[in-house]
């Protein structure tokens, strides 16, 4: 038989069972201490801290019951054995109450008490691999950056390291034995927590356990916060145990949001022209890809407009380029406020626009752009007391899905060039059609 690495106390008062027993477990241990009576053996624990102790409850100087109670005092967690010629049910009672391990009526049965000790090396054997699980996860836990918390069924916090006390402000002394979402958790929480509760009470498993989610949290100074929580479940003493791992990505949703803002506004700046703020050449023809697009799926027909101010040259040699930019942004407002909800205003290019008309046929685009060409004839802009007058010239179409939006607009520009021929500040329809 290969002994263990373990020690054994044997505390009895009769010598021949105390020799007895310990020929008994000589080859099961490696280390046993004896003595005669409790407060012998008190001493001898004191000292050498055995792993069992085996206890007679009847001796002189020192009963086997006190001495007991001063071991568990040391240590709650020691094994101790009773060994005794009488059932006596006070002491027996007595101790159960101090935590005793076993007891083994006498006289001392050799096989009995080996299984006994048997017993109680595999529970210390499988209590150190736990201690030494535990003290690895405390370990690796306490140097995680991460927040590491458990919470047993009651929801009460009965693990928290030095991660959760960084993100959350509260220290172990503050929280364990607390309940959680009473103080951790924001109170709209609490509904969904209280009605999952039972099923993971009885088996473990939530909404969120086995996930990764994010969720809102209260640091100490009541701060809201936002957590990713991994969430697992854990049967520690036959009850089920949330064990959630939770990083304060906060500022990381925060970077996020403003790299989203600036990809936007990038996006915006992209597709805007800088000096009227109408959409620029590039929006314009995406904008009009997608309106083919619908034409060939649904047949939903729509018409262009291009637009040239007329003689603005003119304007620019005679006030110079700085009026000239604020009369085409003046002019870019009354472009817009001149249109329906749903038509689109761009700057083509120079002095030039394009309108675009969903769902709008020849006719109905007519009207709008004659709408607009009257509006800006009418207009007067006013710079440095002077009052500066143009006029518009437009070349109107409707795709017609036979070619392509590029071939639509060289239709447009062929009747805005019939209309420049014709005398300027007017409105023509492609092939044929025209409205002053």
């Known amino acids: 038989m290969n002994s263990v690495h373990k020690s054994i106390l044997i505390v009895e008062d009769q010598f021949l069972i105390l020799s007895f027993i310990k020929n008994i477990l000589r080859e099961k241990v490696d280390t046993i201490h004896t003595a005669l009576n409790g407060k012998e053996g008190l001493e ?53 109450d101090m935590g005793v391990n076993g007891f083994h009526i006498k ?27 535990e003290e690895k996860f405390r370990v690796l836990s306490s140097a995680a950056r991460d927040a590491i ?9 009965t693990f928290w390291n030095q991660g959760a006390e960084r993100i959350f402000g509260y220290t172990q002394e503050e929280v364990i034995g607390k309940e959680l979402h009473r103080f951790l958790a924001p109170d709209y929480y609490y509904e969904d927590y209280e009605k999952a509760m039972p099923r993971f009470i009885e088996t473990g498993r939530g909404k ?10 209260l640091r100490k100074n009541r701060t809201p916060i936002t957590i990713e929580l991994s969430l697992t479940s854990v049967k520690l003493h036959d009850e089920w145990n949330a064990l959630g791992i ?13 790299l989203i803002k600036a990809y936007k506004k990038m996006d915006v700046l992209a597709h805007t022209d800088h000096l009227t703020q109408l ?11 997608y309106e083919c697009t619908r034409f060939e799926r649904y047949g939903i027909q ?18 110079g380029h700085q009026t000239g930019d604020e009369v085409l942004s003046e002019i870019a407002i009354l472009l817009k406020s001149n249109l329906r909800k749903q038509d689109v205003v761009g700057r083509w290019g120079g002095e030039e626009f394009i309108l675009m008309y969903p769902k709008t046929d020849l006719k109905g685009a007519m009207l709008v752009t004659e709408k607009i060409r009257k509006a800006l004839e009418e207009s007067v802009f006013e710079h440095d007391k002077k009052k500066i007058n143009t006029t518009i010239t437009f070349g109107v179409t409707t795709y017609n899905g036979k070619s392509d939006i590029n071939e639509c607009i060289r239709i447009a520009d062929g009747a805005l060039y019939e209309g420049k021929k014709s005398g300027k500040n007017c409105v ?3 092939p044929k059609q025209g409205n002053k």
Do not use: W
């Open 44 to 96: 001898l624990y004191k000292t050498h801290k055995p792993d069992i102790v085996i206890t007679d409850l009847q001796m002189p100087e020192m009963n086997g019951l006190e001495m007991i109670r001063h071991i568990r005092k040391l240590d709650p967690e020691t094994k101790i054995l009773i060994t005794s010629a009488y059932c006596d049910t006070k002491y027996m009672l007595e101790a159960i």
């Open 107 to 133: 006289p001392i049965d050799s096989d009995h008490l080996l299984d006994q000790i048997d017993t109680l090396i595999k529970q210390l054997t499988l209590e150190e691999k736990a201690h030494e699980e």
């Open 149 to 157: 918390v458990m919470m047993d069924i009651k929801g009460m916090i």
């Open 208 to 217: 969120l356990v086995g996930k990764t989610v994010e969720l809102k949290a």
């Open 246 to 258: 939770m990083r304060d990505v906060t500022d990381r949703i925060l970077a996020e949001k403003e």
């Open 279 to 289: 959409s620029n050449r590039l929006d314009m023809i995406e904008k009009l890809n």
């Open 302 to 319: 729509f018409s262009i407009a291009i637009g040239d101010l007329d003689n603005f040259k003119e304007i620019n040699d005679t006030y």
């Open 428 to 430: 023509v329809g492609a």
